[in-house]
């Protein structure tokens, strides 16, 4: 995220799925482009951090929170942000792709611990093992799970986590 929100580009492209699921696997992605010249040294070294593919090697959420990009004092001069990211990130407008792709490069960057425990997560809520969740089943869960909510709540909750829609 902090790739794109910094460059307006993914750090790993491709024609296809299997293409961009390649590149993230070999973790190899550059600071290339002209956006980066705007971007810190700090940012940059953080950025790197994150994106190792390997888990055992890539810095903690703990230590990524406390690193010097998150201590920096920022001032108008650090706010020059170059005019294209801006509209690289419109052009990346479809929502349900933009969601799926961080989500994607989010889940290759789970531990299989992780992974094993996040699958088990969703199989308490997709009930109808359909591989999506009803508001009906998340309804269902939240009651299950202590968590009152009304329907508009639920709505609310569905349209924001939603990758499916049209």
């Given at each position: 995220?902090?790739?794109?929100?910094?460059?307006?580009?993914?750090?790993?492209?491709?024609?296809?799925?299997?293409?961009?699921?390649?590149k993230?696997?070999?973790?190899?992605?550059?600071?290339?482009?002209?956006?980066?010249?705007?971007?810190?040294?700090?940012?940059?070294?953080?950025?790197?951090?994150?994106?190792?593919?390997?888990?055992?090697?890539?810095?903690?959420?703990?230590?990524?929170?406390?690193?010097?990009?998150?201590?920096m004092?920022?001032?108008?001069?650090?706010?020059?942000?170059?005019?294209?990211?801006?509209?690289?990130?419109?052009?990346?407008?479809?929502?349900?792709?933009?969601?799926?792709?961080?989500?994607?490069?989010?889940i290759?960057?789970?531990?299989?611990?992780?992974?094993?425990?996040?699958?088990?997560?969703?199989?308490?809520?997709?009930?109808?093992?359909?591989?999506?969740?009803?508001?009906e089943?998340?309804?269902?869960?939240?009651?299950?799970?202590?968590?009152?909510?009304?329907?508009?709540?639920?709505?609310?909750?569905?349209?924001?986590?939603?990758?499916?829609?049209?």
């Open positions: 995220m902090m790739y794109i929100l910094l460059s307006g580009n993914p750090p790993f492209d491709g024609d296809n799925t299997n293409e961009i699921f390649k993230i696997a070999k973790g190899r992605f550059t600071f290339s482009g002209h956006e980066w010249k705007y971007v810190s040294k700090q940012a940059r070294d953080l950025i790197s951090r994150l994106l190792v593919s390997n888990p055992e090697r890539r810095i903690s959420a703990s230590d990524a929170l406390n690193h010097e990009w998150f201590k004092k920022f001032t108008t001069k650090f706010l020059d942000v170059d005019p294209t990211v801006g509209n690289l990130l419109k052009n990346f407008r479809n929502e349900n792709t933009f969601k799926n792709e961080v989500l994607k490069v989010m290759n960057m789970l531990t299989e611990q992780e992974l094993k425990k996040l699958r088990d997560n969703f199989r308490y809520f997709d009930k109808e093992n359909t591989g999506y969740i009803s508001v089943e998340l309804k269902e869960a939240m009651h299950k799970l202590g968590q009152q909510m009304s329907d508009d709540e639920l709505d609310r909750i569905m349209d924001t986590i939603r990758v499916d829609k049209a």
